[in-house]
């Protein structure tokens, strides 16, 4: 109920944000769950590909960021590659050109790896420490 009142008293426009986050963040998590990898990102980069279609004030990267990070806690299993993926469509849907990123660090024995979203200079969705991660080439993607 808290989160529902919190969404009313926030401006329209960022409450289109958010429901667009929502949706967003949905898609690419049920695409995640029933399709291969290397389908879904063809698919992405079609509909990255096709211009927005909503004209007005383009947001910030922030502010798309913001959008994912608070849809990933409405969307279960929304892990770091959900939002980054979804956070890179968004970014192209507003004209800006994003990449995801894929890091991988050793702790304690174990791999672990993180997804974040590079564009225009800036490393969005990061790690609180995002020095720990090594960044894999680019050509992992295919």
């Known amino acids: 109920m808290r989160a529902l009142r919190r969404f009313r008293n926030l401006p329209p426009t960022r409450r289109r944000l958010a429901v667009t986050s929502l ?19 063809a698919i992405l980069r079609r509909v990255k590909s096709s211009p927005s279609r909503r004209p007005g004030a383009v947001p910030s990267a922030e502010e798309l960021a913001w ?17 980054a993926l979804a956070l890179e469509l968004l970014l192209a849907r507003s004209g800006r050109a994003a990449e995801v990123r894929i890091g991988v660090a050793k702790q304690n024995g174990h791999l672990q ?28 993607r295919r």
């Open 23 to 41: 949706l967003t963040v949905a898609a690419v998590r049920i695409g995640l769950a029933v399709l291969p990898f290397g389908r879904l990102r």
């Open 67 to 83: 959008a994912v990070g608070v849809a990933s806690r409405y969307v279960p299993r929304a892990t770091c590659l959900v939002q």
């Open 113 to 140: 790896a993180h997804a974040w979203v590079e564009s225009e200079g800036q490393r969005l969705l990061e790690d609180s420490e995002p020095t720990r991660f090594t960044s894999l080439p680019s050509g992992w």
